[in-house]
């Protein structure tokens, strides 16, 4: 018999899966609300190796969302007022232009785009949003719930011990 020594799951791992499972259950019964699939990206994403860096994350995805939020919800608006395609085919890459502009040029922010961009299109080319005028508000608290979940995982479990391995006897 030999023993084989397997590396025992990561903290990141943990705290990863235990946030997915808070957000997976927060999204399925919040009565549509929330979706839990736009959360479990979120917080598996937000989940950083230190609580100082969830913190960075967790900030600058929130901030990034109210900027992508903001964007898409005034190119929704004009959209519902002039539902032509042409309308469409004109705003998705004016806001896009809008959110590269201000978040690398005017704040400094070149981190945000990424998710800034993804709220932004996840709010204007949703062909049918159910909920009108509160699809941008849901969008966005999707992203910060799941934010804040991950945040708070990072920040209430325990340190790991390190160089934890599993045992096993591998017969030949």
Do not use: H
Not at 43 to 48: G, M, Y
Not at 94 to 108: A, D
């Amino acid at each position: 018999m030999k023993k084989v020594n397997i590396e025992a799951p990561g903290l990141r791992i943990i705290k990863t899966v235990i946030a997915v499972l808070i957000v997976m259950v927060i999204g399925t019964f919040s009565n549509g609300i929330l979706q839990p699939y736009e959360m479990t990206i979120v917080a598996v994403l937000a989940i950083q190796a230190d609580v100082a860096k969830t913190f960075k994350e967790v900030k600058n995805r929130i901030s990034a969302t109210v900027v992508g939020g903001i964007i898409g919800t005034i190119a929704m608006a004009i959209s519902f007022i002039n539902t032509s395609q042409i309308v469409n085919i004109i705003l998705i890459p004016l806001g896009i232009f809008l959110i590269l502009y201000f978040c690398s040029k005017l704040i400094n922010r070149s981190e945000f785009i990424l998710i800034a961009c993804y709220v932004f299109l996840a709010i204007t080319l949703d062909e049918e949003p159910s909920s009108g005028w509160f699809y941008p508000i849901y969008v966005m608290a999707n992203t910060i719930v799941a934010s804040i979940v991950a945040m708070l995982v990072n920040l209430y479990t325990p340190k790991q011990k390190r160089n934890s391995k599993i045992s096993i006897v591998k017969e030949k």
